[in-house]
């Protein structure tokens, strides 16, 4: 089976660890929550969602990894990560709201990594 465009998971990769190394800095500086941490959130949400899309298509396709319910909870819970990192990072008024947007571009690269463990196919 043909594998799936790499440059989108390693895009992922890529967005969510620069996005956690640029909310990490904000921490370190002590600032605030940004505008530019939510539009980098929103470039990462659309990537996801651009993934998952592909993902989709692929499994209607007929293609089938190894562990078809770990993979469809991949695909459920990797959206939300953003979107719930944005909220709460925006409702967290002191300099630990960007330390969760770090987590969240953190959580987002080691979930691509794990999505292509589950399926090869997905590459990285």
Known sequence: ???VNGAVPTTIVV???AL???ALLMTALNRRMGLGLLAALGVLE???LVLVGIIVAR???GGRPASLPTLIGYLIAMP???VAAGFWGALERSRWGPAVIAAAGLVAAVLMVRLHEIWPVIGV
Do not use: E, K, N
Request: no cysteine; aromatic share 12%.
């Open 1 to 3: 089976m043909l594998p």
């Open 46 to 48: 659309i990537l996801v």
């Open 59 to 61: 499994l209607a396709g």
């Open 15 to 17: 967005a969510g660890l």
């Open 20 to 22: 956690a190394g640029y």
């Open 80 to 82: 939300f990560v953003p």
